[in-house]
């Protein structure tokens, strides 16, 4: 007889239910996100010395002519650098993400690894530009070897101020997304903090799955693609009254069936969207609690 967990559906979704409920709260989870945060931030700041490293090419040969040879005996390893940086930084930024989520026991991606990498890639911008070559002469392309000089364009002037305006133009993104950030993150406290009352306080009740509609998106490549599900379920409320409710999931395999969600939600108050939880999975973890949008 077999012990695989998988030939038994509810053994595999209890073994499931014990694997996040055993990250939650994990220490070694919570180092593993700490790591890739730092490793983020690194990344990020050498993303930031490539990316100033190609700016100052764009930005050289506009303020100065062909024959400006000052730049060649430099190092031509940043922007390969650069590259590596930005990608390792998009891979260390989505663990960062996961590991969170699952030391938070989270319904959902947090959003802070953005703001680190950009936060880096910021400071490396900046500091790239402290060390970019002046011009030979302001306003005038100097040409050292066939001495035709031509005055400076409109790109020119916008291209000389890009030791200023590029670090300042990263840095007003850096803070919008520092902001919102911390606008998702005190949302984010703010349905914790309901959950874990309504886990203790709130009723739970079964659900029946009413709809299922599937939420694609256009791929250039391979058409439409599936990338989730709006699930609407009815419940019975505390006074008798069938109401239904709609989540969104990443999960694009549920079937209409009775009995086949649950709803966590406030008896006090059952009309409220923000004190009702929908859970597609059983058991529920209390990453599975899928608050309203």
């Known amino acids: ?50 990316f100033g490293a190609l700016v100052e090419q764009f930005r050289t040969v506009a303020v100065d002519s062909v024959f400006d040879d ?8 940043w922007l390969m650098w650069g590259t590596f940086g930005f990608l390792g930084c998009i891979l260390a930024g989505r663990a960062t993400a996961g590991a969170a989520r699952r030391y938070q026991g989270r319904p959902s991606t947090p959003a802070f690894p953005i703001a680190l990498a950009l936060a880096a890639h910021t400071a490396g911008t900046w500091v790239s530009s402290r060390q970019w070559l002046p011009p030979l002469a302001v306003g005038v392309e100097v040409d050292p070897v066939f001495h035709k000089d031509e005055e400076w364009g409109v790109w020119a ?10 670090p300042a133009l990263m ?31 709130g009723r739970r009740v079964p659900a029946d799955v009413v709809e299922v509609r599937l939420l694609r998106v256009t791929d250039n490549e391979s058409g439409n693609r599936t990338v989730g ?16 409710v709609a989540r969104r999931t990443r999960e694009v395999g549920m079937v209409i069936g ?14 409220r969207e923000e004190s009702i939880f929908v859970a597609l999975r059983r058991p529920p973890s209390r990453s599975d609690w899928l608050p309203a949008d």
């Open 1 to 50: 007889m077999s012990t695989d967990p998988r030939s038994n559906p509810v053994d595999a979704a209890q073994a499931r239910y014990d694997r996040v409920e055993r990250w939650r709260g994990s220490p070694r989870m919570l180092a593993g996100a700490v790591a890739a945060s730092a490793a983020t931030l690194v990344l990020g700041f050498v993303a930031g010395l490539g």
């Open 70 to 77: 000052r730049g060649d005996g430099g190092s031509p390893y």
């Open 157 to 166: 002037w916008v291209m000389y101020y890009a030791d200023w305006w590029v």
């Open 171 to 201: 840095l007003v993104v850096t803070s919008l997304a520092v902001l919102e950030t911390v606008r998702l993150g005190r949302r984010q406290a703010a349905m914790v903090e309901e959950r874990e009352r309504l886990l203790a306080q």
């Open 229 to 244: 599900a709006v699930v609407t379920v009815s419940f019975v409320d505390s006074v008798g009254v069938r109401r239904r």
């Open 258 to 271: 009775a009995g086949l969600a649950e709803v966590l939600f406030d008896p006090a108050r059952p009309t």
